[in-house]
């Protein structure tokens, strides 16, 4: 297995990075420099047409593309820590928070700090609502989905990204606030 991460601290493949911090592996990697762009490259396009990371190439040169997708076959192979649930019910709201970390929190701060004028405020206003979501259903758990997920790392590099664009929590939001420093204090925040 040869895991293709970018040189810098890109979300997703800092997701995946994440991910193995918390499980305590360590795989193999080839760091792409995005800035570069090596990912434009003939041999990566090879690998992958869409010319993103991070990618997983197997031994017997399979690719699997996507942090997600790359997250759940490793759970498949190393499945303790759990961190996408232990039966079918925790499974489904682990993937159904961790969706929408991604398409609520992720997405409107990517679109925040990338975009100019209104395109910004629209994703800055998205991004509000869907915190104040994701802070009422923190109530009265420590991690988005009961346990910690994938769910809380999505929803970390989210906030991570927010961040970027001096995004700001509501002071009313404890619960978010609370799970964020209980977030910020795991070794794995670092990765």
């Known amino acids: 297995m040869l895991l293709y991460l970018d040189t810098g601290r890109a979300p997703n493949p800092r997701k995946v990075r994440i991910y193995l911090a918390e499980k305590g592996l360590t795989l193999p990697t080839k760091e ?3 800035r570069a762009g090596e990912q434009r490259s003939p ?5 992958n047409p869409f010319g993103g990371v991070p990618i997983l190439e197997l031994d017997d040169g399979t690719i699997i593309p996507e942090s997600l ?5 490793l759970e498949e192979l190393y499945p303790t ?4 649930g232990t039966d079918p019910v925790s499974r489904a709201l682990t993937r159904a928070w961790e969706r929408r970390c991604e398409i609520g929190v992720y997405l409107p701060a990517s679109r925040m700090v990338l975009s100019q004028g209104e395109v910004s405020e629209h994703a800055r206003q998205t991004l509000v609502a869907r915190l104040a979501l ?3 259903g923190l109530a009265g758990r420590d991690w988005v989905a009961g346990r910690f997920s994938i769910a809380d790392i999505t929803l970390f590099i989210g906030l991570e990204t927010a961040f970027r664009d001096r995004f700001v929590l509501d002071p009313t939001w404890t619960n978010l606030s609370r799970w964020y420093e209980a977030m910020k204090a795991r070794p794995s925040a670092s990765a």
């Open 81 to 84: 820590p759990p961190l996408i």
């Open 32 to 34: 792409v420099n995005l």
């Open 69 to 73: 997708t790359i997250i759940e076959y």
């Open 134 to 136: 994701v802070n009422a």
């Open 43 to 47: 041999e990566f396009l090879r690998k």
